[in-house]
């Protein structure tokens, strides 16, 4: 019934959300048992009839296939949905957006969002910032909202994907700014993007000690956090003092961006389970690894990110006059299933192969050359004793 019920839960939910009356659902009062018992063998009953044996767990395949085969979206990269209008009126009339200034989010929206915040409630122009050093670390990166990711978790990844650039100078984040770009939209969906983008930043700024300095938000077709990120340097950390007989540490296995593009095009080889593995790599931050390693007298720190481990390693080995040996075995992937690295790639691979290719020196049918030109997002960081 939970099946069946789903439907219409579905349905119910978004005409609560638009004040309207709700669907009905009422279960039928009798339906069919089928229980597997053992192998190729089940029960079943119906009413008052009773049975078991090979036909019935016959049956039970056939009836639990052409179910499952409802749910199949293979070799499709997009799925049909449904678009609800959560606004209180439809209006099919198709919209000019400006695309300069007005693009951003109304000001209702903002002044909303703001009101639960501690900083910044007067929408001042800028925001002063007191720095003990006269140096200090800054980055910026700019993200862009991956699909079915819920934006919560995509504040939080986009913050620490952003934290990794700090981290590998020797620093502790400080403060930051924000720009959200939100999908075009009004009121409910307009204020839970630009809340739930913010919900997950905040989180992970908290955890630094890090306030929001300032802050922008816009309305596009591409929702996408950009973050400019300022730090305090803790630690000496260059690439050029690597050193002969160094070991090298990665912080977190490797895999986002192949695993994510198999994700994206719904392939049958990423279960759900695998996602969630991928998810909490996506959201575990490096920053204890990067405080064990200075620790421990590390002056060499680097993030594997978009241009992969081949690149961001070859940086080092090139400001060092160095070369690097890596020994690849499957404990370097988050997920091992080589078919899934056999078959997809990030739409970042080919460039970052053939910008690093020259200097790797791999058989070319080792089974895990694919990985070193996988593009990261929030991946490891590259420590060097």
């Given at each position: 019934m939970a099946v069946r019920q789903g439907e219409v839960l579905k349905e119910n939910l978004f005409l609560f959300l638009l004040k309207k009356p709700l669907k009905k659902f009422k279960p039928q009062n009798n339906w069919l048992y089928l229980i597997g018992t053992h192998k190729n063998s089940a029960v079943l009953n119906y009413f008052n009839f009773s049975f078991s044996g090979n036909w019935c767990w016959q049956l039970k395949e056939i009836i639990d296939l052409n179910f499952m085969r409802k749910f199949s979206f293979s070799e499709q990269n997009d799925m049909n949905k449904k678009i609800y209008n959560l606004n209180n009126f439809k209006d099919d009339t198709p919209k000019m957006y400006c695309q300069g200034c007005g693009s951003?989010?109304?000001?209702?929206?903002?002044?909303?969002?703001?009101?639960?915040?501690?900083?910044?409630?007067?929408?001042?122009?800028?925001?002063?910032?007191?720095?003990?050093?006269?140096?200090?670390?800054?980055?910026i990166d700019h993200i862009k909202l991956f699909k079915s990711i819920n934006p919560y978790d995509f504040g939080?990844?986009?913050?620490?994907?952003?934290?990794?650039?700090?981290?590998?100078?020797?620093?502790?984040?400080?403060?930051?700014?924000?720009?959200?770009?939100?999908p075009f939209s009004e009121n409910l969906v307009e204020s839970f993007y630009l809340e739930y983008f913010m919900r997950g930043i905040q989180i992970e700024a908290s955890k630094d000690d890090a306030y929001l300095?300032?802050?922008?938000?816009?309305?596009?077709?591409?929702?996408?956090?950009?973050?400019?990120?300022?730090?305090?340097?803790?630690?000496?950390?260059?690439?050029?003092?690597?050193?002969?007989?160094?070991?090298?540490?990665?912080?977190?296995?490797?895999?986002?961006?192949?695993?994510?593009?198999?994700?994206?095009?719904?392939?049958?080889?990423?279960s759900i389970s695998d996602f969630e593995k991928l998810l909490r790599y996506l959201k575990t931050s490096n920053d204890s690894a990067a405080k064990s390693g200075f620790s421990y007298g590390s002056q060499l720190m680097t993030d594997i990110s978009g241009f992969g481990l081949a690149s961001h390693l070859g940086d080092i080995c090139q400001s060092s006059n160095l070369s690097a040996q890596i020994n690849l075995k499957n404990e370097i992937l988050i997920n091992n299933k080589l078919e899934i690295l056999k078959n997809y790639e990030s739409s970042g691979y080919k460039n970052n192969h053939l910008s690093s290719f020259d200097s790797i020196d791999i058989k070319e049918n080792h089974p895990l050359i694919k990985i070193i030109f996988d593009p990261q997002t929030n991946g490891p960081t590259i420590n060097g004793y």
């Open positions: 951003k989010v109304s000001k209702n929206t903002l002044i909303n969002f703001l009101s639960n915040q501690n900083n910044n409630k007067e929408l001042s122009d800028s925001t002063e910032i007191k720095f003990e050093q006269n140096a200090v670390l800054q980055t939080i990844i986009s913050y620490l994907h952003s934290q990794n650039d700090i981290l590998s100078a020797g620093g502790s984040v400080h403060s930051l700014s924000v720009s959200i770009g939100v300095a300032a802050g922008h938000s816009y309305q596009t077709e591409e929702p996408a956090v950009t973050i400019t990120m300022n730090g305090s340097i803790k630690q000496k950390s260059k690439k050029y003092l690597a050193n002969e007989g160094n070991l090298i540490y990665l912080s977190k296995p490797l895999g986002t961006g192949y695993l994510l593009a198999a994700y994206f095009q719904n392939s049958q080889l990423l």
